[in-house]
């Protein structure tokens, strides 16, 4: 079975700390993923990279970097925390050949707040 | 730009009842189609994928149907559970690139 770790599941941070969440993956899949859920506007894609070191932004990437040095991990890291950044946190991965389909495979999610 | 619909957006149902949930896409070139349920406060854990070749996926109670032509999907559950309780998400894959397209979700109450 595929598994995708997050470093934390709750997370209390104040205004203006530098966050780091961490995503791991134990599929060797190319493809990982970033993205935050809020009631009413769904999941929306912050970053999302294809191979070490390659990234590419998703829909929301202001206030957002990631880190991919290894395959396996992938970092989200919040610059200078702000309220609205508060959110739940969700990873994902998925190997992108047509054996899989790009399936993908999320983490158990982070609760960020921020204060 | 795709987006996905789901309706309703909240059912609840009595135990025991066969129940089937939709999703809507504007854009039918797509790659594929997943479904996904998630508990509160967790992640998303994936139900079901259906290749744009295929016209339905079956495991366990679940069956997924996806109509590309009319930028449709349904998931039908039979002989829902309260175990079932939970938000079903469609998300689609276009035939580019690796990312999902989310609809908002459909939240499932089976009462016993």
């Known amino acids: 079975d595929v598994k995708v770790t997050q470093s934390s599941r709750y997370l209390v941070k104040r205004t203006g700390e530098k966050v780091f969440l961490e995503c791991v993956q134990d599929?060797?899949?190319?493809?990982m993923f970033w993205y935050r859920q809020d009631p009413g506007l769904g999941l929306r894609l912050i970053y999302f990279s294809y191979d070490v070191k390659m990234k590419e932004k998703g829909d929301i990437p202001e206030g957002y970097s990631v880190s991919r040095e290894k395959k396996e991990r992938f970092s989200l890291i919040l610059e200078s925390a702000s309220t609205n950044q508060t959110s739940m946190y969700l990873c994902?991965?998925?190997?992108?050949?047509?054996?899989?389909?790009?399936?993908?495979?999320f983490g158990p999610g982070t609760r960020l707040t921020v204060t | 730009k795709q987006e996905v619909t789901q309706i309703p957006a909240a059912l609840s149902v009595p135990e025991g009842e066969n129940l089937v949930l939709n999703c809507s896409f504007t854009?039918?070139?797509?790659?594929?189609l997943q479904w996904f349920r998630q508990d509160p406060g967790k992640g998303l854990t994936s139900l079901l994928l259906?290749?744009?070749?295929?016209r339905e996926q079956t495991s366990g109670r679940l069956n997924a149907s996806l109509d590309k032509s009319s930028g449709r999907s349904t998931l039908y559950i039979a002989a829902s559970q309260p175990g079932d309780s939970a938000t079903y998400l469609c998300a689609v894959k276009e035939t580019s690139g690796s990312r999902l397209t989310f609809g908002e979700g459909t939240q499932l109450t089976v009462n016993p």
């Open positions: 994902a991965s998925s190997f992108p050949g047509p054996c899989c389909g790009h399936e993908q495979y």
């Open positions: 259906i290749q744009s070749s295929q």
């Open positions: 854009d039918s070139a797509i790659y594929n």
């Open positions: 599929m060797d899949h190319e493809n």
